[in-house]
């Protein structure tokens, strides 16, 4: 064993080494690497989710759903917090060591031919694992954007599209009109398109996207069910859901006011899949009842993990620490990649947390690291409690100095990097 576990290691470090030639948007890649190995992705019956925020609650929650059905359920999902094996899933089992390392040893010569990234590499073997899994449906969450994302070669029976908000805008560009148009670009002809956004005018445009690829039917969430009277509290998120003229409660034991909408988004979407897909009303909180989501406001003691990494994902997590109304004083330990709004994460920040702690994740790609001076000199400017600690160990030394609450946020290296130091499990709740 321990020389499968060393070859794991070295194959997931030449995986990783795929990723110093950037992001390269286009589905060729993939296409060809899956046609190499007999069209994995073809096999799938899959559920493809794309959004800024909020993919991964809905993923999770259509999982569940689904599992509590009864049918076996796989998962992929990016990135990971601690263990790369987190991204794919079945019936909540990750991928084996070994199942990686036979297909990285097979497969990696040919992608590396083909100039494969890292994200494509691991999409197919995603797909290639989950087809021999034999799992009844696949929730397949999106990299980046949608259209020119390696996932967006699925046939899928359901396309949902969750919120959109500014990020990542140097690939998907700087309005949100036109990140939407991009995260539509995974709605398909004669499959049903799930429309979770929010904003009237976004969601008209995704609207409009979906019925010019032939979706059909196109369920718009705000005009199909009602979210009214949600109540959040240390055990989760409750609400009442309206439709077809029905209204019940539902909880979910996600923590925010936002995963009302994302509950709900999910519920229509293992709805669109047709009839007797989805559980009946009054058993859905209890399937729900043990969903876990890793890094999403993920409560251990007086600490909260949370992946927040744009500030719509901090606006949120500002409302949900303040609805708790979480013991004081409140810290934030946040380390940002260089190339997000972390002003804007700051600024989002700043109105439920009383100090602030910078440092830098090193997990983080070393082209990506920002300097965390000038985010505490600019949190300085602000008015805010503020100091910068590049090295994690001693920030999170100095973070826990004290009572009251400690945010770990920014990035998905950060948090993961302090739940591995704090021996916070990606797998359990």
Same mark, same amino acid.
């Given at each position: 064993m321990d020389d499968v576990l060393t070859s794991y290691a070295e194959a997931i470090q030449t995986l990783f080494a795929r990723t110093t030639g950037g992001i390269k948007p286009g589905l060729e890649r993939t296409e060809?690497?899956?046609?190499?190995?007999?069209?994995?992705?073809?096999?799938?019956?899959a559920i493809h989710v794309a959004g800024t925020n909020g993919k991964g609650s809905v993923v999770a929650t259509c999982e569940?759903?689904?599992?509590?059905?009864?049918?076996?359920?796989?998962? +992929?999902?990016?990135?990971?917090?601690?263990?790369?094996?987190?991204?794919?899933?079945?019936?909540?089992?990750?991928?084996?060591?070994?199942?990686?390392?036979r297909f990285l040893e097979q497969w990696m010569p040919v992608a590396e031919s083909l100039g494969a990234t890292f994200f494509e590499v691991t999409t197919v073997l995603a797909f290639d694992w989950l087809a021999r899994q034999q799992a009844d449906f696949c929730v397949i969450e999106t990299g980046l954007g949608g259209r020119l994302d390696s996932t967006n070669v699925l046939q899928p029976r359901v396309a949902t599209v969750t919120s959109i908000g500014l990020d990542h805008t140097d690939l998907l560009g700087d309005t949100l009109e036109s990140i939407a148009g991009e995260k539509a670009g995974i709605f398909k002809a004669l499959a049903p398109a799930v429309i979770g956004e929010g904003s009237p005018e976004i969601r008209d445009l995704l609207e409009r996207r979906a019925g010019e690829a032939g979706a059909l039917p196109v369920v718009?969430?705000?005009r199909e069910y009602a979210i009214q009277n949600v109540k959040v509290s240390t055990r989760g998120t409750s609400f009442s859901l309206t439709h077809d003229g029905e209204r019940h409660?539902? *909880? *979910?034991?996600?923590?925010?006011? +936002?995963?009302?909408?994302?509950?709900?988004?999910?519920?229509?979407?293992?709805?669109?899949?047709g009839d007797d897909y989805l559980l009946a009303a009054s058993q859905i909180s209890r399937a729900l009842a043990k969903l876990f989501l890793p890094g999403r406001f993920q409560r251990r003691g007086r600490v909260v993990f949370d992946v927040a990494h744009n500030p719509a994902g901090a606006r949120t997590v500002a409302k949900t620490i303040a609805d708790l109304n979480l013991a004081r004083p409140r810290t934030a330990l946040i380390g940002v990649l260089s190339d997000k709004d972390w002003q804007g994460i700051v600024r989002e920040l700043a109105p439920a947390i009383d100090r602030f702690l910078f440092t830098t994740a090193p997990s983080a790609p070393a082209e990506r690291k920002w300097n965390p001076d000038d985010a505490r000199e600019f949190a300085k400017t602000q008015g805010l409690d503020a100091e910068s600690k590049p090295d994690l160990d001693a920030a999170l030394v100095a973070a826990q100095k004290g009572r009251g609450t400690l945010l770990v946020t920014g990035s998905f290296h950060t948090v993961g990097d302090v739940m591995s130091r704090l021996h916070v499990s990606p797998f359990a709740a």
């Amino acid at each position: 064993m321990d020389d499968v576990l060393t070859s794991y290691a070295e194959a997931i470090q030449t995986l990783f080494a795929r990723t110093t030639g950037g992001i390269k948007p286009g589905l060729e890649r993939t296409e060809a690497l899956l046609a190499k190995i007999g069209s994995p992705h073809r096999k799938l019956t899959a559920i493809h989710v794309a959004g800024t925020n909020g993919k991964g609650s809905v993923v999770a929650t259509c999982e569940a759903l689904l599992r509590a059905k009864g049918f076996k359920v796989g998962k +992929y999902t990016s990135p990971h917090l601690i263990d790369f094996r987190e991204r794919i899933t079945v019936d909540g089992q990750p991928i084996s060591e070994r199942a990686v390392l036979r297909f990285l040893e097979q497969w990696m010569p040919v992608a590396e031919s083909l100039g494969a990234t890292f994200f494509e590499v691991t999409t197919v073997l995603a797909f290639d694992w989950l087809a021999r899994q034999q799992a009844d449906f696949c929730v397949i969450e999106t990299g980046l954007g949608g259209r020119l994302d390696s996932t967006n070669v699925l046939q899928p029976r359901v396309a949902t599209v969750t919120s959109i908000g500014l990020d990542h805008t140097d690939l998907l560009g700087d309005t949100l009109e036109s990140i939407a148009g991009e995260k539509a670009g995974i709605f398909k002809a004669l499959a049903p398109a799930v429309i979770g956004e929010g904003s009237p005018e976004i969601r008209d445009l995704l609207e409009r996207r979906a019925g010019e690829a032939g979706a059909l039917p196109v369920v718009v969430l705000d005009r199909e069910y009602a979210i009214q009277n949600v109540k959040v509290s240390t055990r989760g998120t409750s609400f009442s859901l309206t439709h077809d003229g029905e209204r019940h409660r539902v *909880t *979910t034991p996600l923590l925010g006011a +936002y995963q009302a909408r994302n509950t709900a988004t999910a519920i229509a979407t293992v709805e669109a899949l047709g009839d007797d897909y989805l559980l009946a009303a009054s058993q859905i909180s209890r399937a729900l009842a043990k969903l876990f989501l890793p890094g999403r406001f993920q409560r251990r003691g007086r600490v909260v993990f949370d992946v927040a990494h744009n500030p719509a994902g901090a606006r949120t997590v500002a409302k949900t620490i303040a609805d708790l109304n979480l013991a004081r004083p409140r810290t934030a330990l946040i380390g940002v990649l260089s190339d997000k709004d972390w002003q804007g994460i700051v600024r989002e920040l700043a109105p439920a947390i009383d100090r602030f702690l910078f440092t830098t994740a090193p997990s983080a790609p070393a082209e990506r690291k920002w300097n965390p001076d000038d985010a505490r000199e600019f949190a300085k400017t602000q008015g805010l409690d503020a100091e910068s600690k590049p090295d994690l160990d001693a920030a999170l030394v100095a973070a826990q100095k004290g009572r009251g609450t400690l945010l770990v946020t920014g990035s998905f290296h950060t948090v993961g990097d302090v739940m591995s130091r704090l021996h916070v499990s990606p797998f359990a709740a």
